[in-house]
């Protein structure tokens, strides 16, 4: 990913400093974020059904 | 002599840097230090769930609290801030008299990706967006705390998180777009006034609650064939009330954050205002937060002598007031806060009467408070001008009743929706065995009390 400036000093450097600033990076982390939150609750949905079966 | 001029102006620039620097912490810090006080709401909410539900819940009331925490802060990353900055002047998504909104808009600043990713991230020139945007999904979370206790004991946990991103990522920021923006159409239209956000925070939530549980029904046990209603209490009640005040703390944090630091390019002007720029300060605040602390307890005190309810009195209290905290007397704030304690066990009463199950009161301490709070502020503080500048609108009666209006249907509407899809795909509500066995003996691999409530050992000698 590496630094987001053409300088290896944070002298004069102003504005985004997060990694992958300036690149398609935020967007992809973002969607495999959105991605984890969606896969974590359809997850989560099974295994609670799965309890709920016993009592049905 | 030009030499001293040029010399003691380039002092006088960076004096007032340093000064500027300065504020602009000062506001950075401000707005980061009221997170963690409202943090402090859902260690509250937490507390409060858990000791209202039968201990045979307690864990699972205490784990579908969390989740919603959990779930709502990446929900507003995603797309509740961009719909704050969005739906301003309505659906149109268009740009509204301040040039701060419109689909346009948010999209330069409060997306996730792209170009807007700048201000959503770490960046050296921008020290607000992120504390803002914290304290903005704080009161996110807040509004899915606010729905949570309602419906314990019998909801599904990944049915509630869905409804939970549902309130926090879109119903409550539609009202507050509408209701608190400075480009909102409530604002600018109906002069709506809701500075503590009586109405679009715990209405919208209550009554989001309240289209929930329309579709999810009443806990086993709690009603009759008759009707008639059965008391179904918490195992803890001094967890209950201690998690009542800790959500008061909290609320100190949460009304902090509803005021704007001066002196920056996005305020008001040079001191502390409003939301929408109207003058106030930290002190108006504490005046009147106070008096309508020991207002809705006092009220609440005298016809029901019951901790649970003087602790929601105090809440209620502060929520009575809300809507007017920046120009309320503070006697005036004592008075009102007392009629929210003394309605509050009445309307809970009613509302049970139709067959509702609220569990904690939930409705009616966030919702028909809330409503009481916004119209209050429309009898006693009609024709204060609800914007800063000339010719702004001004708060009346009937702005503050359309108002109230808008964000009951946005919260009932939404609620009932989204909870009937819910009910349709089996999401909503857990089987009724499963229910009559304790919902943690069902789904949590802990236990509350793996040794009971055993009496503490003798005192030493």
């Known amino acids: 990913m590496g630094f987001p400036y053409e300088t290896s000093s944070w002298t004069d450097v102003s504005g985004p400093i997060f990694m992958g600033a300036g690149t398609s990076a935020p967007s992809i982390y973002a969607v495999i974020g959105l991605l984890i939150c969606i896969g974590a609750l359809a997850f989560g949905q099974a295994k609670e059904s799965a309890k709920y079966a016993k009592y049905k | ?461």
């Open chain 2, 1 to 461: 002599m030009e030499e001293q001029l040029a010399e003691l102006a380039a002092q006088v620039a960076a004096i007032e840097a340093k000064g500027n620097m300065t504020n602009t912490m000062f506001a950075e810090a401000y707005y980061y230090l009221t997170i963690p006080l409202m943090v402090i709401i859902h260690a509250g909410f937490l507390a409060y769930e858990m000791g209202a539900s039968r201990a045979k819940n307690a864990l699972s009331s205490g784990v579908k609290n969390i989740l919603a925490f959990a779930f709502v802060i990446p929900a507003f990353y995603y797309f509740g801030w961009w719909v704050y900055w969005a739906f301003p002047t309505g659906f149109s998504l268009s740009a509204g008299p301040n040039e701060i909104s419109g689909a346009g808009y948010a999209g330069s600043i409060a997306l996730a990706w792209g170009e807007s990713s700048n201000f959503m991230g770490p960046n050296t020139e921008d020290q607000i967006d992120g504390v803002f945007w914290g304290a903005f999904t704080l009161f996110a979370a807040t509004t899915a705390s606010i729905m949570s206790g309602a419906v314990i004991e019998r909801i599904q946990t990944v049915g509630f998180v869905i409804l939970a991103i549902i309130l926090g990522g879109f119903s409550w920021t539609l009202a507050a777009a509408w209701g608190w923006h400075a480009d909102g159409w409530l604002v600018n239209n109906w002069g709506v006034h809701d500075f503590g956000a009586a109405g679009l925070v715990h209405a919208v939530a209550a009554f989001f609650a309240l289209g929930v549980l329309i579709n999810l029904g009443p806990r086993v046990g709690k009603f009759n064939a008759d009707g008639s209603a059965n008391d179904i209490p918490g195992h803890n009640m001094p967890f209950t009330a201690t998690g009542l005040m800790l959500i008061i703390v909290g609320f100190w944090g949460f009304l902090m954050a509803c005021l704007v630091v001066g002196g920056e390019a996005w305020s008001w002007g040079s001191n502390y205002s409003t939301i929408y720029g109207t003058p106030t300060n930290l002190g108006a605040l504490t005046f009147n937060i106070l008096m309508a602390v020991a207002g809705g307890i006092i009220g609440s005190w005298v016809f029901t002598k019951d901790p649970f309810w003087m602790m929601s009195g105090a809440l209620a209290g502060i929520i009575s007031a809300a809507s007017g905290l920046d120009i309320y007397y503070p006697a005036m704030s004592f008075i009102i806060a007392f009629g929210a304690g003394v309605l509050l066990k009445p309307c809970a009463k009613i509302l049970e009467g139709f067959g509702i199950d609220d569990a904690v009161g939930a409705v009616t301490v966030h919702g028909t408070i809330g409503i009481y709070g916004m119209l209050m502020l429309g009898i006693f503080g009609s024709g204060y001008p609800a914007l800063l500048g000339d010719d702004a609108p001004t708060v009346s009666l009937m702005g503050q009743l359309v108002g109230a209006v808008v964000f009951i249907a946005i919260g009932l509407i939404t609620g009932y929706v989204s909870s009937l899809v819910l009910k349709m795909v089996g999401m909503l509500r857990v089987p009724e065995a499963a229910e009559i066995a304790g919902l943690d003996a069902v789904k949590v691999p802990a236990q509350a009390y793996p040794e009971g409530i055993p009496a503490s050992a003798p005192p030493a000698e």
